[in-house]
Nanobody, 116 residues
Framework: QVQLVESGGGLVQAGGSLRLSCAAS????????MGWYRQAPGKQRELVGN???????NYADSVKGRFTISRSIAKDTVYLQMNSLKPEDTAVYYC??????????WGQGTQVTVSS
């Protein structure tokens, strides 16, 4: 099993930055893919981006050039650096882990609110 704990959400003005953290309960190097999703009110959960165990990253078009996923293997933590935030980035952000055994785990979510 993998437990995921997110932190770092909050309220920020448009154009500002936030960094989210996702701490895993086991080595992230042993997890196939770790990702960030978000869900805005009345909308479906969508992929923001992910990072593979090999370090490759992938981003949704809507956040490319503004958001960056990184990791600390020593801390078993994945980060989502969000710059140039827009009101439409307002959502609950969830950390996700997909293991090599095809298991899927979710964090509890953290609210990000961007004011205009």
């Amino acid at each position: 099993q993998v437990q995921l704990v997110e932190s770092g959400g909050g309220l920020v003005q448009a154009g500002g930055s936030l960094r989210l953290s996702c701490a895993a309960s086991r080595s992230i190097f042993s997890i196939n893919t770790m990702g960030w999703y978000r869900q805005a009110p009345g909308k479906q959960r969508e992929l923001v981006g992910n990072i593979t165990s090999g370090g490759s990253t992938n981003y949704a078009d809507s956040v490319k050039g503004r958001f960056t996923i990184s990791r600390s293997i020593a801390k078993d933590t994945v980060y989502l650096q969000m710059n140039s935030l827009k009101p439409e980035d307002t959502a609950v952000y969830y950390c996700n882990a997909r293991t090599f055994a095809f298991e899927v785990y979710w964090g509890q979510g953290t609210q990000v609110t961007v004011s205009s």
